[in-house]
């Protein structure tokens, strides 16, 4: 989500927008939905409702003749969803009947009189309305076509104001992971649900699959939000502009437009496989300020709040797809007792999801995180400290940088604040930021791990596992002023530490039979490396010491070379010279 805060001065309390001001962004449709009882069977379709168990429904028939309604199924035909349902032992029972939701199409001036009205009926359990939800940060207007201009100035290689992509505790180890096999998320796809994009970013040429269900939103705010999301996650590696955390992966994209949140996320969950990864990157006005739309999205608070979208996720999830969803930016404890009252419209099966006491939606919840003083020239707290316009609470599990993210795309509603100009395909921005800037980046990582993992022969992590690893490894959450570790936003992945906590490597030991001296690495991304060839395989010594290379050099010349090497991985740990 577009980071926003509370009224306040100092580190980590400025809001998002232009001078501090809110985001605003067009085209966000309510959505009126129905949760049908079981007994009567309903089954929509074009020629209207019907009974498969054979019971009257002809009050329900009546009333979306007299208004003009009609029901559509939700997540797809009643009886295809009821065969696809998952049984995934790992993600617990007790999964919503999804095949019980339905979307209302008309009336959309009379929504909230007929949430009441629809609710009376004996074929319905309850109807309730969902505010539309919005992303997090910026978007452009222009043809997602458009090719570079003759004679255009190259972008420059902005990758080294990329910090989240370094060593920990400042970045995820981003670096480090490409170069182990599958380390850049090769054989992982992710799919971003949101609402538009710019997919012809000269950055995002190599390993992007398009959309994959609905129809993007025409809003330049809303298509330069997914752009920078696009651009964390998998931005090209090459000579210029940035690099994806792991840009190795397959991206696409599912748009809510036309369809919703839930629809869009179960159907994007369809065209993925166990170990992909899908990131919701949108929040809706919460129950603090009545679900009131709000430019500082004050009380914004994470999509698995409703019924359908829960439901959505916990199919997702129990399918064994690895759920990522912003928290949401409305500077909110979850753990208040405010979200333990259940809404009048809401169904009688549902309970409070940020509750950890509750059955969990199954997804991963991302907070925004300082990222470490300096960066950009700007000081927003201490290093891994919540930011005050992000969610907090002890359902949340990971923190991404929630500010200064450089990636592709615009500034919100204009051109891009790091490169501009008048090709949309070219801009860039240094700003990209809150819970939708955190998001993407715990993708990566979890993409990174999941490469290493398919690489090595093991399956991939479920989404248990994910939750699991972000929370007992990673470089831990920091106080700030007025804002302690105690509200809860999770850790920073590390990806190196989540390796050693998902696969323990011995150290092994053999002689160099040959080295290499990388003086200029390549990729450029690389720190210069020594490389020695030992038991088979060639072993890294990252950044050696000029007298350890002068060593090896001499030892290999002198024709007779005795290098005893230590490694763990393709990582040297130990080196001893004799002779």
Request: aromatic share 6%; proline share 8%; charged share 20%.
């Amino acid at each position: 989500m577009t980071d926003q805060a509370p009224p306040g001065t100092g580190p980590g309390m400025a809001g998002p927008g232009p001078d501090g001001a809110g985001f605003t962004y067009q085209g966000a449709e309510p959505e009126l939905i129905v949760v049908a009882r079981a007994e009567p069977g309903l089954r929509a379709g074009a020629g209207g409702v019907r009974s498969a168990t054979g019971a009257d429904i002809s009050a329900l028939e009546m009333f979306l003749s007299d208004q003009q309604l009609s029901l559509e199924p939700l997540f797809g035909s009643e009886e295809r969803i009821r065969a696809a349902m998952p049984q995934e032992p790992s993600a617990g029972t007790g999964l919503p009947d999804l095949s019980l939701f339905y979307r209302v199409r008309g009336g959309d001036t009379r929504a909230v009189e007929l949430t009441a009205r629809l609710s009376a009926l004996p074929e319905i359990e309850t109807a309730y309305l969902k505010p539309g939800a919005v992303p997090a940060t910026s978007a452009p207007r222009g043809p997602e076509d458009q090719a570079r201009k003759e004679g255009a100035a190259a972008t420059p290689d902005f990758t080294g104001r990329q910090g989240h992509l370094g060593a920990a505790p400042e970045g995820v180890n981003a670096v480090w992971a490409w170069q182990r096999l599958g380390g850049d998320g090769e054989g992982v796809t992710i799919v971003d649900v949101e609402g538009a994009w710019q997919l012809g970013h000269e950055d995002l040429a190599e390993r992007l699959a398009g959309i994959v269900v609905g129809n993007p939103i025409q809003d330049l705010a809303w298509r330069n939000h997914g752009t920078a999301v696009l651009g964390v996650i998998g931005g090209d590696r090459n000579d210029r502009g940035v690099v994806g955390v792991a840009p190795g992966a397959v991206t696409a994209a599912a748009s809510i437009q036309g369809i919703g949140s839930a629809a869009a996320i179960h159907a994007a969950a369809e065209r993925l496989s166990r170990g992909d990864i899908l990131l919701i990157e949108l929040h809706r006005p919460g129950p603090r300020f009545d679900y009131e739309h709000r430019d500082d999205q004050r009380g914004y608070i994470a999509l698995e709040w409703w019924p359908d979208d829960f439901a959505a996720i916990r199919w997702a999830t129990a399918k064994g797809v690895v759920v990522v969803e912003a928290a949401g930016n409305g500077a909110e404890s979850l753990d208040d007792a405010l979200y333990e009252r259940r809404p009048d419209r809401f169904p009688q099966w549902w309970r409070n999801p940020f509750n950890p006491s509750n059955q969990a939606s199954g997804a991963i919840l991302v907070g925004a995180g300082a990222p470490p003083p300096g960066t950009h020239g700007r000081d927003h707290g201490p290093d891994r400290s919540r930011l005050a316009f992000s969610n907090y609470g002890m359902r949340l599990d990971a923190q991404g940088w929630g500010r200064e993210v450089t990636t592709t795309g615009g500034f919100w509603d204009r051109p891009g604040d790091l490169q501009g100009g008048t090709e949309e395909i070219a801009w860039y921005t240094d700003s990209f930021s809150g819970t939708s800037s955190a998001s993407p980046i715990v993708v990566g990582a979890l993409a990174s791990l999941q490469g290493m993992l398919k690489a090595a022969g093991v399956d991939p992590m479920n989404p248990e596992q994910a939750r699991e690893v972000l929370r007992t490894t990673g470089s831990p959450q920091q106080d700030a002023p007025g804002r302690p570790a105690s509200q809860r936003i999770g850790n920073r992945p590390d990806i190196r530490a989540a390796v050693t906590h998902l696969v323990p490597s011995s150290v092994g030991s053999g002689q160099a039979e040959r080295y290499w001296d990388e003086l200029i690495p390549y990729p450029r991304e690389l720190p210069p490396r020594l490389r020695l060839f030992v038991a088979g395989a060639w072993r890294n010594l990252n950044r050696p010491a000029p007298e350890v290379r002068q060593a090896v050099h001499s030892a290999f010349a002198g024709g007779r070379p005795d290098v005893r090497v230590w490694y763990s991985d393709d990582e040297v740990v130990g080196l001893v010279i004799t002779g």
